[in-house]
């Protein structure tokens, strides 16, 4: 089959999209639409999976796993690589679709998105060929041989987020192909089409039938029915923590092999020291990037109160900076995800007014033209709220930030560990020792210190408390992925 960009890119709202299974585009018994957040309108229908059609998937992948799970790394090495070269050369095309149903800037999806995701796959890839096993001897007089052999698990559900749809799935996606696992996955069902575009590199690429399955659907209907099925060894989520907690729940019935990567509430604490001329536009970013809709993004300012009116006033108008609008052209920023989303992101601002806080910009986004029924939110900055506040609590996962005063070391971590969350945080200072120490103390999986999103595949990542369980990324991707054997042999 070739992966022709003027066919598969050229979406027909006419024309459902199918699922993948077992190698094959098929149809699904029931559709639904698409929206477009940008416009507020459908521009196309997806499948809306049953139980039946996930367990067709669950089916193929389960009896793709022996084939699959023996053959060598290199070989699978190769397809992944396959994939990622197929992705770069079409690298516009996903751009474009990833807009159109995220919601986010099309030049932000060709800088980030897709060149991540082509990342993804080679480096796990890649890394895969010196991922070894390791071997002892037992103490003189040496009696045995002792190695570990790290086994895939079998079949591997992976459930990705509307946020970074192709980026995050990759993410998932290459490690789990990479050990030798079959899959079975369910993209969102509000940013499904660049998924299905994938699996038409897949095909090229020469992936034998049953490794990579998908099936798009909703989390109730489709999401729960792949989660809970007997067949599925091993379960990977990103996605809300309230729909965490009912995988984990799930999951645990069954003792599956689970890693959740949930929300987050960022704290970014900024000292005294901190060069603001350098820090400002980094934490601008940190903020309201992609409308403020990624788990790692800063949410809670905390300012030393000897620069407090100093950094807010340069971080309103670096956030007056961002142009909202349509994610075509030239704008920045573009939609909230969905019309549930934007009411939800909307809700906390007019909460925010009602106890008293100060809005200093932001709140809704007037478009015109064909964007006028769009879902926009401008970069909104809130001042004098109390730290119990729900919006100081509560994960927005909008362009939305809080910004507190504080005076001691030991009053902003306090401050910075108060939440359920314990995703990631920044901290912003000119001295080594504050950097050091306040990291340290920190309940949260990464640390940025002045920096923020600078990301190495080789770290582990991954939440504490309600942000998640488990780790991934580099060497604990494969440690995940696969079951360690201990083989004693006698000499």
């Not at 789990?176 to 090229?204: I, R």
Request: aromatic share 8%; hydrophobic share 40%.
């Amino acid at each position: 089959m070739t992966f022709d960009e003027l066919t598969i890119f050229q979406i027909d709202p006419k024309e459902p999209l199918t699922n993948f299974i077992n190698g094959q585009f098929v149809a699904a018994k029931d559709v639904m639409d698409t929206i477009d957040p940008s416009t507020g309108e459908a521009w196309a229908q997806i499948p809306r999976s049953s139980p039946v059609e996930v367990s067709q998937a669950v089916k193929a992948a389960k009896a793709a796993f022996p084939a699959w799970s023996t053959t060598s790394a290199q070989y699978r090495s190769s397809l992944l690589l396959k994939v990622a070269e197929i992705v770069e050369k079409h690298l516009d095309g996903f751009a474009v679709l990833e807009s159109r149903d995220q919601g986010k800037p099309v030049a932000l999806a060709k800088r980030i998105d897709i060149p991540r995701c082509i990342h993804n796959f080679r480096f796990f890839a890649t890394a895969i060929l010196h991922h070894t096993s390791k071997s002892t001897h037992q103490d003189e007089p040496i009696r045995a041989v002792n190695y570990v052999k790290h086994d895939p698990i079998g079949v591997a559900a992976l459930i990705s987020p509307w946020n970074l749809p192709l980026y995050l799935l990759s993410f998932k996606l290459a490690p789990a192909l990479a050990t030798g696992n079959t899959v079975v996955f369910k993209p969102s069902e509000l940013t499904s089409v660049t998924s299905w575009v994938l699996m038409h590199a897949f095909v090229e690429a020469g992936f034998p039938p049953g490794v990579v399955n998908m099936v798009i659907g909703t989390g109730a209907e489709a999401g729960e029915s792949l989660v809970i099925h007997p067949d599925v060894d091993i379960v990977s989520f990103t996605g809300s923590t309230v729909v965490g907690k009912r995988i984990a729940a799930l999951c645990g019935s069954q003792n599956k092999k689970i890693s959740l990567e949930m929300g987050g509430k960022n704290a970014c604490i900024i000292y005294p020291s901190t060069d603001l001329e350098k820090a400002v536009p980094v934490i601008t970013t940190s903020s309201f990037i992609n409308q403020g809709e990624i788990c790692l993004c800063s949410s809670r300012i905390y300012v030393h109160e000897s620069i407090f009116d100093e950094f807010l006033s340069k971080f309103v108008e670096a956030a007056k900076k961002f142009t909202v609008g349509d994610p075509r052209g030239p704008s920045t920023l573009g939609a909230m995800n969905s019309e549930i989303h934007y009411n939800k992101v909307m809700g906390y601002i007019k909460l925010a007014e009602k106890e008293g806080g100060k809005i200093h910009c932001g709140g809704k986004a007037e478009i015109e033209g064909r964007c006028e029924k769009g879902y926009f939110i401008a970069p909104t900055i809130i001042t004098g709220l109390d730290e119990n506040s729900k919006c100081v609590q509560d994960e927005i996962f909008g362009p939305v930030v809080c910004v507190m005063p504080f005076s001691t070391r030991e009053e902003v971590i306090s401050k910075a560990n108060a939440t359920p969350y314990g995703l990631s945080a920044c901290v912003w200072s000119a001295i080594s020792e504050e950097l050091h120490n306040t990291a340290g103390q920190l309940r949260v999986g990464t640390v940025w210190c002045n920096t923020w999103l600078t990301r190495d595949l080789n770290m582990p990542f991954g939440g504490t408390k309600q942000s998640g369980i488990g780790r991934e990324g580099g060497e604990d991707s494969f440690h995940f992925f696969t079951e360690p054997k201990t083989i004693c042999i006698a000499l």
